[in-house]
């Protein structure tokens, strides 16, 4: 009975240990600028109201800067598909 048990936190230990070390890899990755947050995960951190869009007052950051660029109808609100169509940001050359 005690082997049975300690199989099985061992079992639950190593899939939290793996789900928590994809976590972290796909945030640091996120911090690097190696990929960008989804629009999903804008609103889950910006949108205050919860209106499914992004008002000027709610965001910040690079996406303040460009609002008015990225707001292509200049109705105050970023919705999903205009972060879609937004020009994308260029990337910065590497030293060869």
Known sequence: MKSNILRITTIVFGITMITFQSA???SNNKERGQEPPSFSEL???MD?????KLAESE???PLKD???KIDADE??????????KAPKPKRRERNK
């Open 24 to 26: 972290c890899a796909q």
């Open 48 to 52: 205050k109201n919860k209106d499914g």
């Open 66 to 68: 460009h609002f008015k």
């Open 43 to 45: 609103l889950e951190m």
């Open 59 to 61: 965001v910040k950051g």
């Open 75 to 84: 109705d105050g609100f970023i919705t999903e598909e205009e972060m879609e």
